[in-house]
């Protein structure tokens, strides 16, 4: 008799496990990346929008005590702008920066991440070639299809796919995708694939047999579409704008020793960036003889590296050269000193500290040569005379700043400094 319970048990458990039933369904989502970026811009092309649809659609699903998260796949992307080999380095770097931001915010417990990058996407480009109507559509198709990345022959590289789109009617085509394609090719793209464990629908009784109607034409019945993943809807894009940042600043140093000055920074890319300022004083009392007057400039460029600087441009550690050029003549009651012209160069290292939403202090030390000739004077009997001409030649310390420093620019804030979050 317990034999035949436990058997009636199995057969039972093993009826409700048949009426289980496992589904997969998809979540996707794909942001977008300025031309040579890796940083990942939320207010960028609506990649905010995106991903917190993206984020709000899998909490939902996490909340389903049904559903298990099996992979989540990143692809990383890059257009066919530039070297090869950096590009697949920066779509790597897309596709980590796009896991980290997903680790921040969302749990990924139980998910296997599938990282992958592709560098130049040029099965998108294929895509999207064979879909549009652009000049000389077939030509570009073939090439894509055709060429490979690299023609070699001999053990030489001798031509390339690249290089023959670029010259495809002179330029024409390349630059139609440029505008109208690329864009899209800079990208990461999000596919999250879940199992989600359903209850069969339970099977219908079969029904009492009734005599059988006179034979009628069996309508032909359409067989019902079968369920589309679920699909994150992305909008119609508006064609990316160049970047462009860049900052004014002043050096409070000198601006507290009364010599007042402005400078200028512009991003370059890639962690470069190209700058000057300009200081220009001129103070003076002949009753107390006191000359306090100089100006001139400097010119300099910098490299931004370190975790900072990945994350926003102009921000963070930086090496850099620079030139300088000033006049001066400084008295104080004594001996005073007149250059008409000095002139100086070296290297400089420093720190751009985010402070508010658009402002940052910049603090920075510059080692190298200072030279020119400078006339020492004395103030006697109201006249100023001449002692001594004298050639200068300084090693050491030439430029010391910590500077106020203004952000100019699209989107070119600070998060958590009361910038967009």
């Known amino acids: 008799m317990f034999l035949l319970l436990l058997g009636c048990c199995r057969i039972g458990y093993g009826q409700e496990r048949m009426q289980m039933q496992v589904q997969t369904d998809t979540l996707n989502v794909q942001v977008y990346f300025r031309q040579g970026y890796s940083i990942l811009e939320p207010d960028f092309r609506d990649n905010a929008k995106r991903l917190t649809a993206f984020a709000e659609s899998l909490r939902a699903l996490q909340r389903d005590a049904s559903c298990r998260m099996k992979t989540l796949r990143i692809v990383g992307t890059a257009s066919p702008e530039g070297v090869t080999e950096l590009n697949e380095r920066l779509s790597e770097k897309r596709a980590k ?23 130049i996407d040029w099965a998108g480009l294929e895509r999207l070639v064979a879909a549009s109507d652009m000049p ?10 055709n060429t490979p990345v690299w023609v070699i022959r001999d053990g030489k590289v001798v031509d390339s796919r690249n290089r023959q789109l670029g010259m495809l009617r002179g330029g024409r085509a390349w630059w139609y995708m440029e505008e109208h394609f690329f864009p899209q090719l800079r990208s990461t793209a999000v596919r999250l694939i879940c199992e989600i464990e359903r209850p069969a ?35 119609p894009e508006t064609p990316a704008r160049k970047p462009f940042y860049m900052s004014l600043k002043t050096n409070m140093l000198y601006d507290a020793a009364l010599v007042p000055n402005l400078g200028a920074e512009f991003y370059l890319g890639r962690g470069w960036s190209i700058g000057g300022n300009w200081m220009y004083a001129w103070w003076k009392s002949d009753k107390r003889h006191d000359y306090w007057r100089t100006y001139g400039g400097e010119l300099d460029v910098r490299k931004y590296f370190g975790r900072r600087a990945k994350q926003k441009p102009l921000t963070g550690h930086h090496l850099g050269v620079y030139g300088q050029m000033l006049t001066y003549d400084f008295e104080l009651g004594g001996t005073g000193y007149q250059s008409k012209l000095s002139y100086g160069a070296g290297i400089e290292y420093g720190y751009s500290l985010p402070v508010a939403k658009r402002l940052n202090i910049d603090f920075g ?3 190298g040569y200072l030279g020119g000739e400078y006339k020492e004077y004395e103030p006697i009997d109201g006249h100023y005379v001449w002692q001594a001409t004298r050639q200068r030649h300084w090693f050491g310390p030439t430029k010391v700043e910590i500077s106020l420093v203004w952000l100019i620019g699209r989107g070119n804030t600070n998060k958590g400094k009361g910038g967009a979050r």
């Open 97 to 119: 920066n796009l896991v980290a931001w997903l680790e921040e915010h969302i749990s990924l417990e139980g998910a296997t991440l599938d990282i992958q990058a592709l560098g």
């Open 201 to 235: 629908p339970a099977p219908k009784p079969e029904p009492a047999p009734q005599p059988e109607p006179a034979p009628e034409p069996e309508p032909v019945v359409e067989p019902e579409p079968a369920p589309a993943p679920a699909e994150i809807p992305v909008e």
């Open 136 to 145: 000389y559509r077939d030509e570009a198709l073939d090439i894509l299809r």
């Open 365 to 367: 030390i510059g080692i």
